[in-house]
Each structure stands twice: as structure tokens, then as C-alpha cells.
């Protein structure tokens, strides 16, 4: 799918699977995006805060560091608009509870220009807490190939537009 859809438009990923917000933030603000300039950056962080070990916190905590990290891109890359993806639905009412509060909070931050943000949550669940089957693995947390195309299919029309339509970037 990432080859599919964004390699051809220059796309790099920096995700590292596992990752915090407090880790992608510490790698923000030590030299990880120094030297780039992108046109639009997307955001797709906090789920590994939701698990109790070492990274974990209070949906507040979650969304705070969401909110941190889109500040800390906001100022090493001005120019760049940034598409911030809510969480994805989880496997059970406990976990689907919580992304709700989190992408509630976080959505606050789409200011319509500079940071768009993106629930796809609709699209993953039948109801809070029943993800759609088919489109996660087993253990109704990661994506599936279904999945992982839905994503690209639902993210791709605020992709475009924030890069003005251009298929080069």
C-alpha cells in the first residue's frame, strides 16, 4: 500500500513500530526532521500510550503528548501542513471508549489550514469497541491488507488537497 500510494509522491516514513508519543517527540526536537521540508506531514501517534507498561497514560496524558508533537513539527517545519489521524477503533468497549476521548481532544486541533485532523473511526468499527473484522489481523489492533488500504483510501482526498492536488510531493 505505502508503495502504491506514496512513494511516487516523494512520501518518507519515519514511523518505528512501538513508538510513544514521548519518543517521537524526543526525535522531533533531536534533529529528525531538521533537515527536510515537506509539504504535509501526517501524524498517526498515540496508540502505543494506550497499553499499561512503560509508556503508558490517562487519555488527558495521550492527547497532551499528541498535542506536543504537533507543536513540536508546527515549529521545525512552519510551511508544512499536517494531517493528524485520529486512533484507530480497539478490540474491545474499554479501549474504544478511550479513542474516542483521545480523538475528541485531539480533533480540537484542526484549525481548518496549517493542521487538518482526519477520524476514520466510522469506517473501522460497526460500534465502539467492534471493529470491522476484515480489515485488522487477530488480534483486532494491527491492520490487515484490507485495512491498511481502507486508510490509504480515506486519507488520500485531504492527502491531495493539502498538496494542492500535485502527484510529485
Known amino acids: 500500500m505505502w508503495k502504491a500510494q506514496f512513494v511516487q509522491k516523494r512520501a518518507a516514513n519515519y514511523g518505528i513500530g512501538g513508538d510513544s508519543t514521548r519518543q517521537v517527540l524526543y ?16 501524524l498517526m501517534i498515540g ?10 497514560g490517562t487519555d488527558e496524558e ?11 513539527v508546527r515549529g521545525k ?3 508544512a501542513k499536517i494531517v493528524l489521524l485520529g486512533l484507530l477503533p480497539r478490540q474491545n468497549d474499554y479501549f474504544g471508549k478511550r479513542v474516542a476521548t483521545i480523538n475528541t481532544r485531539i480533533g480540537r486541533l484542526d ?37 491498511y488500504e481502507a486508510w490509504a483510501r480515506l486519507m488520500q482526498p485531504l492527502f491531495d488537497a493539502l498538496l494542492g492536488g500535485a502527484q510529485s510531493e
Open 27 to 42: 526525535r522531533i526536537e533531536n534533529g529528525l526532521i531538521e533537515e527536510i521540508s515537506p509539504r504535509v506531514v501526517v
Open 47 to 56: 496508540t502505543n500510550n494506550l497499553y499499561g507498561d512503560f509508556n503508558a
Open 62 to 72: 495521550i492527547a497532551a503528548g499528541i498535542e506536543a508533537v504537533v507543536s513540536a
Open 77 to 79: 517545519l512552519p510551511d
Open 111 to 147: 484549525d481548518g489550514a496549517a493542521v487538518r485532523f482526519l477520524d476514520m473511526s466510522a469506517e473501522f468499527q460497526h460500534a465502539l469497541g467492534k471493529v470491522k473484522p476484515e480489515l485488522y489481523d487477530k488480534d483486532q489492533l494491527h491492520l490487515a491488507g484490507p485495512g
